[in-house]
T-cell receptor, first 117, second 114 residues
C-alpha cells in the first residue's frame, strides 16, 4: 500500500535562510508522481511543485526545489530564502499512476513551518 | 480563471442529521475528488468522480456518498452525522490527463457536528 512519511511535525527557520522539509514514500508502483502542497491557516491547499518518478532532473519552481532520491524513496522540499509568508503547513503527497488515470492523492501528516523574523 | 469553489464554507449540524456539500471545479476540469482532513487522521481520500462516474473510493462508511453532474459540479453527502465527522472537507479538481497534472483545491467546508 502506498504511504507517505513526514517525520518533522514542526520546523523553525530564520527569514532569508533555506530550509529542507523531509518526505519519504513507499509504493510498489514504478510509475508515480510526487507533489508538495502548502496549507496556510485559511485552509486552502496550494500546489507548489511536482516530481514524476521517471523525471531525470529534480524539479524546481522559483524558490522551491525538490531533492528527489529515487533509490532512497525520498522527495524532500527545499525552500530557499524563506519569507514570513512561507509560515504554513506543508504536505507531501503521492499519486500512483500505474492503475490508470483515476486521481487519488495520498498525503503525509504534514510539517508546520514557522519562519522567524 | 475562477478557482475551485466550495460551499458552504462553514456548517454546524447536529448528530443524526445529514449534510450536503458542494464543489464547483475549475472550468474544463472533469475530475473532482474529495478529502477529509482531521487533526487525528490527517488528510484522507474519500472518492473521485470523473464524467459523472465514481472512479475510486476511499475507506469510508456508506454514510459518505457523492455524485457529479454533467457540468462537472460535485456534491458530497453525509447521512446520520456523528461527532467524528467534524472535519475540514476539501474538494480538488484536475484535468486528469497526462501524468504531471496537479490537483487544485478549494478552500474547504468546515463541518462541525454537535
Amino acid at each position: 500500500a502506498q504511504k507517505i512519511t513526514q517525520t518533522q511535525p514542526g520546523m523553525f527557520v530564520q527569514e532569508k535562510e533555506a530550509v529542507t522539509l523531509d518526505c519519504t514514500y513507499d509504493t510498489s508502483d514504478p510509475s508515480y508522481g510526487l507533489f508538495w502542497y502548502k496549507q496556510p491557516s485559511s485552509g486552502e491547499m496550494i500546489f507548489l511543485i511536482y516530481q514524476g518518478s521517471y523525471d531525470q532532473q529534480n524539479a524546481t519552481e522559483g524558490r522551491y526545489s525538490l531533492n528527489f532520491q529515487k533509490a532512497r524513496k525520498s522527495a524532500n522540499l527545499v525552500i530557499s530564502a524563506s519569507q514570513l509568508g512561507d509560515s504554513a503547513m506543508y504536505f507531501c503527497a503521492m499519486r500512483e499512476l500505474g492503475g490508470g488515470s483515476n486521481y487519488k492523492l495520498t498525503f503525509g501528516k504534514g510539517t508546520l513551518l514557522t519562519v522567524n523574523p | 480563471k475562477a478557482g475551485v469553489t466550495q460551499t458552504p464554507r462553514y456548517l454546524i449540524k447536529t448528530r443524526g442529521q445529514q449534510v450536503t456539500l458542494s464543489c464547483s471545479p475549475i472550468s474544463g476540469h472533469r475530475s473532482v475528488s474529495w478529502y477529509q482532513q482531521t487533526p487525528g487522521q490527517g488528510l484522507q481520500f474519500l472518492f473521485e468522480y470523473f464524467s459523472e462516474t465514481q472512479r475510486n473510493k476511499g475507506n469510508f462508511p456508506g454514510r459518505f456518498s457523492g455524485r457529479q453532474f454533467s457540468n462537472s459540479r460535485s456534491e458530497m453527502n453525509v447521512s446520520t452525522l456523528e461527532l467524528g465527522d467534524s472535519a475540514l472537507y476539501l474538494c480538488a479538481s484536475s484535468l486528469s490527463t497526462g501524468r504531471s497534472t496537479e490537483a487544485f483545491f478549494g478552500q474547504g467546508t468546515r463541518l462541525t457536528v454537535v
